[in-house]
Nanobody, 124 residues
Framework: QVQLVEYGGGFVQAGGSLRLSCVAS????????MGWFRQVLGKEREFVAA????????AYADSVKGRFAVSRDNAKNTVYLQLNSLKSEDTAVYYC?????????????????WGQGTQVTVSS
């Protein structure tokens, strides 16, 4: 069973940057779509970004396009999310997800694996 662990969350001022990492163990991510979601207390978990098993294909939520970048290193079994030009509304718990299908970008129900989440707090 694949296990995902996120790293890199923290506290940052508006306009700053963070890099999140998601390390997989117990199986390979090379054949999976890997995504990032985020959730604010009391709200639905929402899609942020994803990268397909063939590296060149990515997808982003409109709210983060041009500011966030998702990438993967299959050799390291790791997925990254670079967060730039952060805003206070980016404050959330960020979750890594793995899926057998690209439909992950449309529905979190398509995720087969979830990490435990990492908190990102952006002060204005």
């Amino acid at each position: 069973q694949v296990q995902l662990v996120e790293y890199g969350g923290g506290f940052v001022q508006a306009g700053g940057s963070l890099r999140l990492s998601c390390v997989a163990s117990g199986g390979t991510i090379s054949t999976k779509a890997m995504g990032w979601f985020r959730q604010v207390l009391g709200k639905e978990r929402e899609f942020v970004a994803a990268v397909r098993w063939d590296h060149g294909v990515t997808a982003y939520a409109d709210s983060v396009k041009g500011r966030f970048a998702v990438s993967r290193d299959n050799a390291k079994n790791t997925v990254y999310l670079q967060l730039n030009s952060l805003k206070s509304e980016d404050t959330a718990v960020y979750y890594c997800a793995g899926s057998y299908t690209w439909h992950l970008i449309r529905s979190k129900a398509e995720a087969a694996h979830w990490g435990q989440g990492t908190q990102v707090t952006v002060s204005s």
